[in-house]
């Protein structure tokens, strides 16, 4: 049965204290759930859940394993995956988008459940096979196949101890040896070791290593990939000539063994090298075989953005995870009241804190929608360069702006959990440090996304990047439409508080207000910095310096406004799609609100600084509706945390179940955690001597 004629497995929520709230709200939850997430997703998220709530490897631990027995747990659940067969075999008769945002839908309910574990398959199953078939040829194809089909356990090697970011200075060494027909890797010391690659700690047999190519003639080729066997995969020990280890115990994710590797001349056939743009004879000279340009701009989009969506969508969800932890403690939680000997309120009655934790429930909702849409033109742009190779041109623009929005959205969605965590965590006070409570565990596993795939101050320049080339040419290319403001900057940069108000009737609680302010701020940012780095090329700064020196408080602040521009144009164009009822647009437009004057409000010193408001009359207004907004949703916002969370097992919070039943919770976690009432085995050391004697 095609998925979207399956019935909707959304299941009903027990009835309990959180339905004060949950009644007065003037929508169901549950259609709201549909705009907010795709239906199909949904659909295939709950298969998920429902078997893997089955399964005792996945039931959630009370307590934190020693880091050897989460790496066994994590690896054991790699097996098991494969054995349950998630992916049905009919989405790999499914064209590509179908199939991939399908297994994409798959990760991010495996991600919600066991984030190692998840981690672990994207890695040596996704992004593998991804960058082999960006990479390699029909020659790879049984490497492919076996790690597709997990008989081998792989990773991507691409950092060294001493080099991430700048990956261009990897200094580990592939040397083509015409005699033999093989190359030589060598890892000159322990600085070029390649370090923190995931599954290669304990597990991996195969790598896809990334090391510079030289051939006989002395030339050298600059970084190429390369299948590198690692350890014998039937013994899991390491082959002659390769220094492999695990990097010891992180601040999370320790189920995923993140190791090192040195190779001291380490022989790998000719044909292990990744062969699709560039290739060696076996006589030993260097070949470009550019051929079908579209496919391997396709290739190469596919590789490197996929992983960077796929940790946006589980970004999305932490964030979503924490701002229903947080809306519904505190509609549970009471603290002081208007008299007093009187009842208490909830502490969601207060202004500050409605002021501190709905506008990352405004964010779940409006980076959900930006993140599906987002993978939505990817998914759709990558198909049609496998279908024809024409239209290089165009391709080749549109891969250009989705990097920009990947490279400036990826930053936006992780710091925005990362943050809304930490936020979370506090609103839910004491209660909220509770392991029971999860909000360490979701910081802890989520906090490496802002580095891995990209560090997000050195992935937000790339989108800065090309909005500046965008800003400088004689005519925009932005196919996907992003940056098509930057035709109208004269008239926008020509504009101001005022005249944006009176052209939206005086009411600043609008789509049209909100984007007309970020294209405003947007211009602005592009003038200024295109403007400081002129000035710097007049003073003979080197162009380095000057790129370097037109970050902070510009090209910076240009990605972040960039991202959230894109997140609240997905989210308003899908609000106005008809499958939207009459009665979910109030709340719609209250979370885009929220989310819109939230973010302004973290602008307001640009604007000010660029003459676009003068006095306090554009802070107070951005202000005023922000809490106005705020003050709307406080009935609603525990419907749409409803709306945007997991089943209780998945969200595995004792302060955050959707019975309500606070207390009785977390009176049933604090009572029964092990030995919780037993006197401690180590009671006889630690009474005084003296009374020890007595004894
Ligand atoms: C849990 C985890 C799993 C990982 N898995 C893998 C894996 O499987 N395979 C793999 O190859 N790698 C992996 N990595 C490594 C990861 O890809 C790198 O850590 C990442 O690319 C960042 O590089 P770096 O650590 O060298 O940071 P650096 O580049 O050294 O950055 C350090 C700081 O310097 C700043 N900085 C750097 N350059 C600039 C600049 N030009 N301007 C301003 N500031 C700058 C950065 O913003 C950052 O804050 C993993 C890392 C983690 C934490």
Redesign the pocket.
């Known amino acids: 049965m095609p998925e979207e004629d399956k019935p909707c497995p959304i299941p009903d929520l027990p009835r309990g204290p959180l339905c004060e709230y949950r009644q007065r709200a003037k929508f169901s939850w549950k259609a709201l759930k549909q705009v907010l997430e795709d239906p199909n997703v949904i659909r295939i998220r709950y298969d998920v859940w429902q078997k893997l709530e089955r399964e005792p490897l996945f039931a959630p631990l009370t307590s934190t394993l020693p880091v050897d027995q989460q790496k066994e747990r994590a690896a054991k659940q790699v097996k098991r995956i494969a054995e349950l067969k998630l992916d049905p075999q009919e989405i790999y008769s499914m064209d590509y988008k179908y199939r991939v945002r399908y297994l994409m839908s798959i990760n991010e309910a495996l991600h919600a459940v066991c984030p190692s574990m998840s981690v672990k398959i994207a890695?040596g199953v996704g992004l593998f096979t991804n960058a082999l078939l960006a990479m390699g040829s029909e020659r790879h194809s049984a490497i492919y196949n076996a790690a597709w089909n997990r008989e081998i356990i792989t990773?991507?090697?691409?950092?060294e101890v001493s080099?991430?970011?700048n990956t261009k200075r990897c200094r580990t060494t592939a040397t083509y040896d015409p005699k033999t027909q093989e190359f030589i890797i060598n890892t000159p010391d322990f600085e070029a070791a390649k370090c923190?690659?995931?599954n290669l700690g304990k597990t991996g047999s195969m790598a896809l290593l990334f090391a510079i190519l030289h051939t006989s003639d002395g030339q050298n080729h600059g970084l190429q990939g390369f299948l590198v066997p690692i350890r014998d995969p039937t013994t899991l020990q390491p082959y002659p000539g390769v220094i492999v280890g695990d990097i010891g115990e992180?601040i999370g994710?320790n189920g995923i063994d993140?190791g090192f590797v040195m190779f001291n001349n380490y022989r790998i056939p000719r044909e292990n090298m990744l062969n699709r743009a560039g290739d060696v004879t076996p006589e030993g000279t260097y070949e470009s075989t550019f051929t079908e340009p579209g496919k391997i701009l396709g290739a190469v989009l596919e590789s490197f953005s996929a992983g960077r969506l796929g940790i946006m969508q589980e970004s999305s969800n932490t964030l979503s995870h924490a701002a229903v932890i947080a809306v519904r403690y505190a509609a549970l939680r009471k603290q002081f009241g208007p008299e007093k000997d009187g009842p208490e309120q909830s502490i969601m009655e207060y202004q500050l804190h409605q002021w501190r934790i709905f506008p990352y429930l405004a964010a779940a909702c409006v980076l959900k929608a930006s993140v599906f849409s987002l993978t939505d033109i990817y998914l759709a742009t990558v198909q049609k360069s496998q279908k024809d190779s024409n239209g290089f041109e165009l391709l080749s623009q549109i891969v250009s702006e989705l990097h920009a929005l990947v490279s400036s959205s990826k930053p936006l969605v992780t710091w925005t959990a990362r943050d809304a965590i930490q936020e979370s965590r506090e609103a839910c006070g004491g209660h909220g440090y509770l392991r029971a409570a999860n909000l360490g565990e979701l910081r802890n596993n989520h906090d490496?996304s802002c580095?891995?795939e990209?560090?997000n101050?050195?992935l937000g320049q790339q989108a800065s990047n090309w909005l500046l080339r965008q800003w400088k040419a004689a005519k925009v290319e932005s196919p996907v439409g992003t940056a098509n403001f930057i035709e109208r900057r004269e008239a926008i940069l020509g504009s101001n508080f005022d005249a944006i108000v009176r052209a939206s009737g005086g009411v600043v609680e609008s789509a049209e207000f909100i984007t007309n302010c970020y294209e405003w701020l947007m211009c602005w940012l592009l003038r200024s910095t295109a403007e400081q780095l002129q000035h710097a090329d007049k003073d003979g700064t080197d162009r380095f310096k000057a790129r370097?020196d037109s970050q902070v408080y510009r090209a910076r602040d240009l990605s972040r406004a960039y991202s959230e521009y894109y997140a609240l144009e997905c989210f308003r164009k899908r609000c106005l799609r008809e499958d939207v009822a009459e009665n979910l647009k109030p709340v719609l437009s209250n979370v885009y609100l929220i989310y819109g004057m939230w973010c302004i409000d973290r602008h307001l010193a640009t604007f000010y600084a660029g003459g676009f408001a003068v006095g306090p009359r554009f802070a107070d207004a951005i202000r005023s509706a922000l809490l106005g907004a705020c003050g709307q949703l406080k009935d609603s916002a525990v419907a749409v945390a409803d709306a945007i969370a997991p089943p209780d097992w998945v969200l595995n919070s004792v302060i955050a179940k959707s019975d309500g039943r606070l207390y009785e919770n977390i009176q049933n976690v604090m009572m029964t955690n092990p030995g919780a009432m037993e006197r401690a085995s180590w009671w006889k050391d630690i009474v005084p001597s003296k009374m020890k004697a007595k004894l």
């Not at 990773?155 to 950092?159: E, G, H, K, P, R």
């Open positions: 890695l990773c991507l090697a691409i950092t080099h991430g970011s923190w690659v995931g992180k994710l993140n490496p580095t891995y990209g560090d101050n050195v370097n």
